[in-house]
């Protein structure tokens, strides 16, 4: 099992340009979720996803997009990137039920300039 | 307000010596709390979850406690090693609502340093 993979590992973006962060995972995990993690704060939840075709937004939402259009993938999107979205951005996976482990993917470091 | 404070921000501890990390949450109706450990450039890996009856757990040798009466969890590591040097991430889990992920309530990590 590769877990959950993450693409690409950095990304430098300038103002206003879009991109799509991809998240995959290998488990037949039903949830799926985006977080971003900010120096001197704890991981805020972007969006996350119970299952294919079911997403809904987290905490900090704005700015960004979520499709699921198959249990393996879930890419979020920057419609366009502000600085304010500098950030290192975790996709996680885990079963339904709320004792069940998330594992989340190594991480992409996204600067916007 | 943040639902769950860590303690110490960051500590320097020599290999071999033991330290103890703290978490305080106020989340409420609790269903669980997880330590996570987060090596620098990589995501956060777990260590241990426990739920309302369980008091304490072990992986290796990390033992995490839980005093769901007081809502106060702490992280033992013994004989530390240069390779824990990391963040440990607290999360607690609320049990309110059918479903979703925003009932996750994340610290923002104790930073520890081992040095030979």
């Known amino acids: 099992n590769a877990g959950v993979t993450q693409t690409p590992k950095f990304q430098v973006l300038k103002t206003g340009q879009s991109m799509t962060l991809q998240c995959a995972q290998d488990m037949n995990h039903e949830y799926m979720s985006w977080y971003r993690q900010d120096p001197g704060m704890g991981l805020r939840l972007i969006h996350y996803s119970v299952g294919a075709g079911i997403t809904d937004q987290g905490e900090v939402p704005n700015g960004y997009n979520v499709s699921r259009s198959t249990t393996e993938d879930f890419p979020l999107r920057l419609l366009s990137a502000a600085p304010s979205q500098t950030s290192v951005y975790f996709c996680a996976s885990r079963r339904g039920g709320w004792t069940y482990e998330q594992y989340f993917g190594p991480g992409t470091r996204l600067t916007v300039t | 307000k943040n639902q769950v404070e860590q303690s110490p921000q960051s500590l320097i501890i020599l290999e071999g010596k033991n330290c103890t990390l703290q978490?305080?949450?106020?989340?409420?109706?609790?269903?669980?709390l997880r330590w996570y450990k987060q090596d620098t450039g990589r995501g956060p890996v777990s260590l241990t979850i426990m739920t309302f009856s369980e008091n304490t757990k072990s992986n290796g040798r990390y033992t995490a406690t839980l005093d769901a009466d007081t809502k106060q969890s702490s992280l033992h590591i013994t004989a530390s090693q240069l390779s824990d040097s990391a963040s440990y991430i607290c999360?607690?889990?609320?049990?309110?609502?059918?479903?979703?992920?925003?009932?996750?309530?994340f610290g923002k990590g104790n930073q520890v340093v081992v040095i030979p």
């Open positions: 999360v607690v889990s609320s049990s309110r609502g059918a479903y979703g992920n925003n009932r996750l309530a």
């Open positions: 978490c305080n949450y106020t989340v409420s109706p609790f269903s669980n």
